[in-house]
């Protein structure tokens, strides 16, 4: 199963969990109906028979059908589950800092020196350069002592991660290396959305309870002794308990195979079973196990890495498999049993460490991240060295595309040198805030000297002094960055963006645009920089539109996709032959059905402006769509069997846009 069938899977979930949601308002409003007839008929026949005790006989049954109190129960039912859901739902609009806080969670200072923080950044980081997906905000729940995590978010643009203190305290590094990777799948594999959708549901379902007990203890007034809403409280009280176990069956039925799939993933990406199956291990053999503290809980139970809540005694509403089964499936070999926490924590003192790989001066010409130099002589960084002798790795374009959303282990290796061998001044500037915004500003910087300094003098009247004197010290570091490291670089330093105030954020926007133009032209690479950076920070701030998928059919996008497999051909050459033949070995990529359509664009309808309308329309395709697009760019791209720098930058900034996360590179 690929990226885009994950992705097409996660659709069809969406589907079937509107059906579970509308199934069980169905019965409720049926139980409500028939509880509502027998309970006001019962009433009024004792209250008709207590003034007419002589007419009784004549009192006739009470009648199942009351059209009126149908119509009340399905409005009644409507309103309490449809406006219950609707609240949580608006609550919870924010994303995954809205999930975390509500958990208790307390966001961790990227820049924090706390040996557990350190080392739970770090493995963040590295999953995020490996897959490709902008460094998520961490969470950890201070008062949960378990050993327990989970991922939330509507998309990877406001994804967080949320981890227990005993999961970032118990676990060793490998451990947790092995949850994250878990927790990165959701990500990859579009459950988050889902999981929040749940959460809305569940929350609906349970308000009845509530109103109940509202009811429960109303009194009437006067001297009527016939008040029926207490009782009637009661009743829904009850009724709220089936809405709780409706709502928990949704949630078994939707998240028990996704852990499965998460911990298959996970042991993929990281290539160490033995780290998910400690972690499993560790849960079953500690007295806290996961079970996490927060009333909330109970609602986001289908979210959690483990079990959040008492064991379910009746299988069906178990969110999770037993911990048993997983660790079988990714270590057949376990014995069965679960030791106490304190015998494997002794275990693993004793044990050998892994080795850390060591810090590496330059990674060019080993793994590529996110671009494959094709020029002979030997690439250069920006300060003109060769970094690398000999011919340079060339990428395979038939291996793009099965590890898109699906990175491995040589993804991760190359992510840690990579950030091992930033240098340190780098690494601390993308943890902050502003300091990760100086980096930008540097990455924006002309390389001619006489352009930058009319570009400092200018961005220095829009920007705080304390960002600017960054920037100046940044820039020299910045411009020995080897350009494969652009764009992972970028990733990181989105972490620390998200940390910006509104009127911070609306500065830098502003300054980031002005430089962009400042030298008359937008450059390829300064166009994939704003766009990846506005796609992930302006629905935080409120400037961006949240996308749906509008379009099902490839017909109407044609025009769309000609523009970007156009520019795309531009971009690896200058000569009219080489790029009509790129052009068309893309265009065989898409369907039969595209082919007689699509035409190799002049450069002024493939321009940066067409580029960036294009891609806004191709983000609301369906992933089938977005599949076959970026299978085409890849085939233009690789046409000369070579994949350069610019074809990558702007590949991965095509696959970002269309929230499809393209991992580094690796070269073959």
Partial sequence: MDFFERQDRARRKTKLLVFYFISAVLVLITVV??????????????????????????VAPASLWNPEVLLWSVVGVLAVVGLGSAYKTSELAAGGSAVATL??????????????????????????????????KVYVMDEERSINAFAAGHSTSDAAIAVSRGCMELLTRDQLQGVIGHEFSHILNGDMKL????????????????????????????RDRNNALPLLGIVLMVLGAAGAFFGRLIQAAISRQREFLA?????????????????LQKIGGYSLGSKLASEHAPDLCHMFFSNGVSSSLFEPLATHPPLPDRIRAIDPTWDGTFKPLEELTTEESSAPRRQTPPPLPDVVGTILGGAVLGAEPPPTNHGGDAVSPGLPPVVRSGSVMPNL??????????????????????????????????LIYALL???????RIEQLNGVAEQIDVDVYDRLENLYPEVAQIAAHARLPMVNLALGGLRGLSPGQYVEFAKAMDWLTKSDGQIELFEFVLQKIILRHLSPQFGYGRKTRVQFTNLGALLPDCAVVLSALARVGSAVDAEIQKAFDSGR??????????????????????????????LAAAA???????????VQVVGADGVILEEEAELLRAIADTLDCPMPPFIAD
């Fill in 33 to 58: 109906y028939f509880v509502a007839v027998l309970l006001f008929t019962g009433l009024g026949a004792r209250h008709h028979h207590s003034r007419y005790a002589a007419d009784y006989d004549q």
């Fill in 103 to 136: 958990m208790g969670g307390r966001l961790v200072n990227p820049t924090t020196t706390e040996a557990d923080e350190r080392k739970l950044l770090n493995v963040v980081e590295e999953m995020s350069i490996a897959s490709g997906v902008p460094m998520p």
């Fill in 195 to 222: 999981n929040l959708q749940l959460i809305g549901i569940i929350f609906g379902l349970l308000c009845l309870a509530t109103i109940g007990r509202i009811l429960l203890y109303a009194r009437g007034g006067g």
């Fill in 263 to 279: 911990d298959a993933s996970s042991v993929q990406f990281t290539r160490n079973p033995a780290g998910l199956s400690g972690a």
């Fill in 405 to 438: 959303g699906t990175p491995n282990p040589q993804h991760l290796e190359y992510a840690e040198k990579l950030r091992n061998s930033l240098p340190a001044s780098i690494q601390t500037a993308a943890r902050d805030p502003r300091g990760a915004a100086a």
């Fill in 445 to 451: 910087l002309s390389p001619d000297e006489g352009i």
């Fill in 588 to 617: 065989t990529g898409l369907p039969p059905t595209a082919d007689p359509a699509l035409q190799l664009l002049p450069p002024d309808e493939c321009d940066i402006t067409a580029i960036d309308n294009a891609l806004n329309r």
């Fill in 623 to 633: 992933p089938s769509i977005k599949k076959d697009l970026l299978a085409a760019c």
